[in-house]
């Protein structure tokens, strides 16, 4: 990805994911962290959308339903003593 | 190539000889993940259930010729969209992703209204920028972990689709290209406008 003039805060936002990503170019990496030291809305943008990326990765809980885990064992149970 | 980690080449071990701990540390291990893979699939609940329940024989069947070619997740992963395919119970939801990829055209990560605009001093800046929110725990907080749920349940099946395999179970955006026969564009497209509803969605619920 090539990017051209001074980033504005709109174009920073559709940028966070390649930024992360590490899908820019050097030249442009380096205008996006340009931005991020004047702009401290972007800069929380960014912050967020990483706090959001880590609190995605949470919501697999674990356990499935009681009932689900009671017929996958009985399942097994069959399956071991066929 | 064998992939496997240690601890999963255990329970691949112990399940093969029919040892119970095994398979009920495997169920808890993946199972969750299975069922999620498996609603990418079906509308209702209970038919992602029975998938899962299905796939979970399939597994049964197949332990004794798994080589650890692929990891043991991927591998069950794939049992589970199979066994959801060859049901028959693939509809509507589940149309190719390369052609909704297309969908993206006009979507914004953050409302328009929120930057200046055109006609002022500094166009496309911040006008209403973002507050700051709670510290982390608060984040992960079951609460919090809901809204994040509901907000992908409302996406768009391939955004759905990506972000649920990259961000909530952690494969890498050359394996969710690959199984999603996604370009590498697409894919990251996919991924940034569901990131960033389900952005919005925690700023709308902190704010």
């Given at each position: 990805?090539?990017l051209d003039r001074e980033l504005a805060c709109n174009e920073m936002v559709e940028l966070v994911t390649a930024y ?63 | ?77 794939r049992i589970v969209a199979n066994t959801a395919k060859t049901r028959g119970v693939r509809e509507a939801r589940s ?113």
């Amino acid at each position: 990805m090539r990017l051209d003039r001074e980033l504005a805060c709109n174009e920073m936002v559709e940028l966070v994911t390649a930024y992360i990503e590490n899908a820019l170019e050097p030249v442009d990496r380096e205008r996006f962290e340009e931005h991020l030291v004047f702009c401290d809305g972007c800069d929380r943008y960014l912050d967020q959308m990483r706090a959001t990326i880590v609190a995605t990765g949470r919501i697999d809980r674990g356990r499935l339903p009681a009932d689900l885990e009671e017929r996958l064992l009985e399942a097994f149970r069959g399956w071991r003593a066929s | 190539m064998h992939v496997l980690s240690p601890e999963d080449a255990r329970l691949v071990d112990g399940l093969r000889a029919g040892d119970e701990a095994a398979f009920a540390a495997l169920m808890r291990e993946y199972g969750a993940g299975m069922l999620r893979v498996a609603q990418m699939f079906v509308s209702s609940r209970t038919d992602a259930e029975e998938v899962v329940q299905d796939a979970w024989i399939g597994v049964l069947r197949g332990i004794g010729r798994f080589e650890g070619r692929s990891s043991l997740k991927t591998w069950l992963y794939r049992i589970v969209a199979n066994t959801a395919k060859t049901r028959g119970v693939r509809e509507a939801r589940s149309v190719p992703f390369s052609a909704l990829a297309a969908e993206r055209e006009g979507e914004h990560a953050v409302d328009p209204d929120r930057f200046i605009g055109s006609g002022e001093r500094f166009p496309g800046h911040w006008g209403v920028p973002p507050q700051a929110w709670a510290p982390e725990p608060e984040l992960l907080e079951t609460e919090t972990l809901d809204v994040i749920e509901r907000a992908i349940q409302q996406l768009p099946p391939a955004q759905r689709a990506v972000i649920t395999m990259r961000d909530v179970q952690g494969f890498t955006a050359e394996e969710v290209r690959n199984a999603l026969d996604l370009s590498e564009t697409n894919q990251r497209v996919l991924l940034h406008r569901a990131r960033s509803k389900v952005r919005n969605a925690l700023e709308e619920y902190m704010g």
